[in-house]
Each structure stands twice: as C-alpha cells, then as structure tokens.
C-alpha cells in the first residue's frame, strides 16, 4: 500500500511541495497596507498602549499576549486588535452601579 | 514634439539600466530619434552597457554647468545614427543637478528626439526626482520578488504624486517554470497588487548577461527570448498592440528547436 501511494502519488508530490507564491503575495499584501497607509511601526505601537490603558480601567487584560496590526480587504483598511482578557475588573467604573 | 520617459523601480538591480538600453535600442531600430539620459550619477552603467563607455568626453553634470553645449556631450551609437546617449557623471555627487535642470534640459532634447528615454538611479532621494523631473510617462520595472514589488508599489505612488500618471510596469526577469510550479508570482499577481497597467514582461535570460559582456543590446539579437520581449515593449511603446510572448514558449523541445533556428512565436 505505502509503496503504491508512493508511485501514484509521485506525481503529486512534486506540485505540493512548497506553492511560496502564496506565501509571497500573504506577506507583500500585509506589507503593503502598512506601506499605503503610511502608518509607522511607532505609531502603531503608541495607539497600542494608549488603547490598552483606556481597555484597562474596565477589565483585566493581558497586556504582553496584545497584538495590534493593520489588515485590509479589496476596499478598506481595518486595524484589528487580539487582547486576551483576564477576567473583569471590580470595583472599577464599569462596575460601579 | 517628442516624448520623455523615465524608467524607475525603487529597488536597484532589477534591470533598469538593461531595459533602458533595450528599449531605446530597440526604438531606435524603428528609425526613431532617441536620447539615452543617464541620470545615476557617480554609479553610471548605461555607457558599459550600450558598449560605448570609451567614448565619453563630457557628460550630464557638464552640460547643467555649462561646461560645454549639449551636442557636445551627446554620444553617438555605434549601430543607430539615431540613437544618442548623455552619460551621467562618475565623479560628481547627486546633488551636482538639479530638477529643474533636469526639467529644462528634457524640453531641449524633446525638441531634437522623438524619445528622451531617462535611466533613473535606485531610491526615492534627489536622484529620483532628478530623473523624474522633465518626465511625461514613466515605465516601473519589478521582479517577481516581495522586496522589488514592495519598492514598486511605493515609486508608483511617488510617481502619482510627481503627477505623472498611468506609469506602466514591466516585470522583468520572470521565470516560467518557478511560477508553474507556484514558487514564483505570476504576472496577475503582480498587476492585481500594484493596480496598473502592463507594458511587458522579460523572462530571465542568460542571454542578457552576454550581451552585456559585449556591449551589445540584446534586443538585436533574434535568437534571444529577453531580446523579443524588449522588441515587443519597443512596439507596444509606439503604440503598437502586440500581444504578451506565450510564458511557456521557451520550455518545450519544440520550441526549443524553433528558438535554435530563430524561428519567433
């Protein structure tokens, strides 16, 4: 069996082998929405903290697992922020009433 | 009243200066009046290229100096009567010119020439706008890596800004059998991601290492496939429809047969 598939599947292994095309355009579209929108990595990174600050007056959140990046479809560009939470935070202004 | 064009990428060493040679060569072989402007000063290449590197006596820093007239400066091919080069400076800086030298010195040769075709230098700086300055139409040159695309995508803006519009991209250097086994971008790629229109597309050729060993173009040579595509943008230049070279021509034996007899698809 494992000697058939290999026969058969010779043919296949060659056009699966790698397809770093796609790689190239995955890594060059996300380049390329940083570049366009002429946002700097110092920018960004001082939208995350001011961000992170205001998110932590409400809910405990895990500030080094933050990730903030730009991403973009055929038409808009959208900044998409993963902030793992914690749990929520008491006796904060969110909690008060 | 003819037309300036410059040929840009951003990232160096991606065939700016061949395509430059290429092209005016091959315009030029179409009996039309052609300038060369090498505007890479202190790194100039297109004299070696085009063969014709031991007979500059003056050169572009001289003529915006006025160290002596432009008609001075301007070599003349070996091959074209009509085929002109001004050579940039090897040993002055970038900042020996100015754009609006630049500028004035286009709309002198636009009168004499029927294309004033513009070798600009890698980068955004000075030399840049230098070789931007008098230009009408630009042609973008990439290869299908992320890095020249990356610098691509940003001169094409640079460009739009500079207000010259539509600037039409060449990929160059391509290869058909990486991009059939999905390890290369293909040619819709690379339109779909910088969004403007084609001119041409060069597969790489061993070729183009020769001719630039000789100083000869290889757009004159019938036998390579760099050359027919630098033929075709030529055409395409003038207006010309002439449809893209199929990518896999060069991969069969048969076609491999036809190419050793210089039989052109």
Same mark, same amino acid.
């Given at each position: 069996?494992?000697?058939?598939?290999?026969?058969?599947?010779?043919?296949?292994?060659?056009?699966?082998?790698?397809?770093?095309?796609?790689?190239? *355009?995955?890594?060059?579209?996300?380049?390329?929405?940083?570049?366009?929108?002429?946002?700097?990595?110092?920018?960004?990174?001082?939208? *995350?903290?001011?961000?992170?600050?205001?998110?932590?007056?409400?809910?405990?959140?895990?500030?080094?697992?933050?990730?903030?990046?730009?991403?973009?479809?055929?038409?808009?560009?959208?900044?998409?922020?993963?902030?793992?939470?914690?749990?929520?935070?008491?006796?904060?202004?969110?909690?008060?009433? | 009243?003819? !037309?300036?064009?410059?040929?840009?990428?951003?990232? +160096?060493?991606?065939?700016?200066?061949?395509?430059?040679?290429?092209?005016?060569? +091959? $315009?030029?072989?179409?009996?039309?009046?052609?300038?060369?402007?090498?505007? #890479?000063? +202190?790194?100039?290449?297109? /004299?070696?290229?085009?063969?014709? !590197?031991?007979?500059?006596?003056? #050169?572009?820093?001289?003529?915006?100096?006025?160290?002596?007239?432009?008609?001075?400066?301007?070599?003349?091919?070996?091959?074209?009567?009509?085929?002109? $080069?001004?050579?940039?400076?090897?040993?002055? /800086?970038?900042? &020996?010119?100015?754009?609006?030298?630049?500028?004035?010195?286009? !709309?002198?040769?636009?009168?004499?020439?029927?294309?004033?075709?513009?070798?600009?230098?890698?980068?955004? =700086?000075?030399?840049?706008?230098?070789?931007?300055?008098?230009? !009408?139409?630009?042609?973008?040159?990439?290869?299908?890596?992320?890095?020249?695309?990356? #610098?691509?995508?940003?001169?094409?803006?640079?460009?739009? &800004?500079? =207000?010259?519009?539509?600037?039409?991209?060449?990929?160059?250097?391509?290869?058909?059998?990486?991009?059939?086994?999905?390890?290369?971008?293909?040619?819709?790629?690379?339109? /779909?991601?910088?969004?403007?229109?084609?001119?041409?597309?060069?597969?790489?050729?061993?070729?183009?290492?020769?001719?630039?060993?000789?100083?000869?173009?290889?757009?004159?040579?019938?036998?390579?496939?760099?050359?027919?595509?630098?033929?075709?943008?030529?055409?395409?230049?003038? +207006? =010309?429809?002439?449809?893209?070279?199929?990518?896999?021509? #060069?991969?069969?034996? $048969?076609?491999?047969?036809?190419?050793?007899?210089?039989?052109?698809?």
């Amino acid at each position: 069996m494992d000697l058939l598939e290999k026969i058969l599947g010779f043919g296949k292994k060659k056009s699966s082998h790698s397809n770093s095309k796609n790689i190239a *355009k995955e890594r060059l579209r996300l380049v390329l929405v940083h570049d366009r929108a002429s946002i700097s990595p110092q920018l960004l990174d001082a939208l *995350k903290e001011d961000m992170l600050d205001v998110i932590s007056n409400y809910m405990d959140i895990d500030r080094r697992g933050t990730t903030v990046k730009l991403d973009s479809d055929d038409e808009s560009i959208a900044l998409i922020a993963s902030i793992p939470v914690r749990g929520m935070n008491k006796g904060q202004r969110g909690m008060r009433f | 009243m003819g !037309e300036v064009i410059v040929i840009t990428s951003g990232k +160096g060493g991606v065939g700016k200066t061949t395509t430059t040679a290429n092209i005016s060569t +091959g $315009l030029a072989s179409m009996g039309k009046k052609v300038v060369m402007l090498d505007t #890479d000063i +202190g790194l100039r290449n297109l /004299d070696v290229v085009m063969g014709l !590197e031991n007979r500059i006596v003056y #050169d572009l820093v001289d003529v915006t100096q006025g160290n002596c007239r432009l008609k001075q400066a301007l070599i003349k091919d070996k091959r074209f009567e009509n085929l002109c $080069l001004l050579p940039a400076a090897q040993t002055k /800086d970038k900042t &020996a010119v100015q754009p609006e030298q630049m500028k004035e010195l286009c !709309e002198t040769l636009k009168k004499e020439f029927d294309y004033v075709i513009i070798d600009c230098p890698a980068g955004i =700086e000075m030399g840049f706008k230098n070789a931007t300055a008098g230009a !009408e139409r630009a042609i973008v040159v990439t290869t299908p890596e992320v890095s020249a695309v990356r #610098d691509a995508d940003r001169i094409i803006g640079l460009l739009e &800004a500079a =207000e010259i519009r539509n600037p039409e991209l060449i990929i160059n250097r391509i290869r058909p059998n990486m991009v059939k086994k999905g390890d290369m971008m293909d040619i819709d790629d690379m339109i /779909d991601i910088l969004a403007i229109d084609l001119l041409g597309v060069v597969p790489e050729d061993e070729f183009i290492v020769v001719s630039t060993n000789k100083g000869e173009p290889a757009v004159l040579d019938m036998k390579s496939v760099a050359g027919q595509a630098y033929r075709n943008i030529s055409k395409r230049i003038t +207006g =010309e429809d002439v449809p893209l070279i199929p990518l896999d021509a #060069d991969t069969g034996f $048969l076609s491999k047969i036809k190419k050793f007899f210089g039989i052109q698809a």
